[in-house]
């Protein structure tokens, strides 16, 4: 009873602790003197990080949705701003278990954001634990649950971050080819439906055709030999040629870049070689060549849309920004489908630049700064399973030898005066003030730039 009493009073703590709506703990402060930590100082940070993760996790067995949705927001800041190796290791199995119980249909009830919030803790989760038996246990307990989350026909908003936790997982935990295969075509029928006597179709929105097609494409960067026939290549590159006279530019984004990647892998060559080897010209043998001069006429169709993409005027209440990058990502690939070069580009990352050279890195590159958004720099300079990813090795930074600059979360967690480690300060310096009255003033006086040091 007392073990499961003290549990209770945890988890209590930790609603009260995320109902609140005093925000001012995550207050800065602007009297810190500096950004630079010591090793101990680390030590008791990431002791305080793991506190409050616990908190969170607790949090999550509450009733109420907000609560949760809550504690999800912190997990997927911390995991933004740290490695979380220690609270993974020890916490892997009940986190993972939280989130899908969020995710799955159960007694929970999740509200849409808190499904939204779970998937993307589940993808963290995943490139935090790397390649090994913990993704591949995420992959096959997430895999299920995501993809009827996906074909429910409640509220959209949560799809984004289900399709971006299905590409998650598959890359890390996924095993073969044919597994990639499956969840690419899961993201597919999301807005290309199965229709059935059950099934009404219905008109995707822009945002959630954009989602879609970047989440396929991640995954399409990361197969060498895809299984499909002509008929379906010939009915995915119509489709993504379609997207390019939308009216959304973002759409026309993703699937510029989707189609660069589909002629990068080498689609149309694969038909090509097909066709040089019918011989005899029997039935059998014409297939291929017939495949090849569709796919041929397809990229013809291609290639003068992204031309004429490339020269766009700018319409009324046209983000010119946005314009300019429309145009360079297509001058770009109407360079590739007429010449055969991939875009150079140079991507910052601290004080590192990470070079690609092909569609497919870039693509892996912008889903991954897309997904983890603020945590992307830390994760890019820290996370070794996307040194392996991107063949990335970071320069070595010893600042004055043991310490090292604090993220924004840090200096918030660390250096505000309401957060739980200066509040512990503050409580050790006035004793030490108490100790020293009645001395001679001066003589004994607690030196405050000494213990902040």
Known sequence: MGKRNSQRKSVASAAAMFDSDDDSSATSSSTAPSDLMSISETEQLQSHQDSLLDQALDALDEKRSSTREKAFSSIIEAFNSNMQHQFVEKKFATLLHQCLASIKKGPK???????????????????????????REIFE?????????????SDVSKIPSLLECLAIITFVGGNNQEETERSMDIMWRVIHPKLGSNVVAVKPSA???????SAWSFLLSTVSNLKLNSKNWQNSISYLSTLLDKEDRSVRIAAGEALALVFEIGVIDKYSSESRSASDGTQEEIKPQESYILLQGLKGKVINQCKNLAMEAGGKGSAKKDLNSQRNLFRDISDFFEYGYSPEISTKIGGDSLQTSSWFQMIQLNFMKHFLGGGFTKHMQENEFLHDVFDFTPKKKYLNNNEHRMSGLEKRMF??????LNKARTQLLDKQRLLTEGRKFGHYAVNMDDDEA
């Open 109 to 135: 009830k999740a509200s849409s954001k808190e499904i939204a919030l779970a998937a993307h803790v589940i993808g963290c989760l995943a490139l935090t634990v790397g390649c090994g038996d913990n993704a």
């Open 141 to 153: 307990e997430a895999v299920r649950h995501v993809e009827e989350s996906l074909a429910s026909n």
């Open 207 to 213: 945002p959630l055709i954009t989602a879609v097609v």
């Open 415 to 420: 250096k505000s005066p309401n957060s739980a």
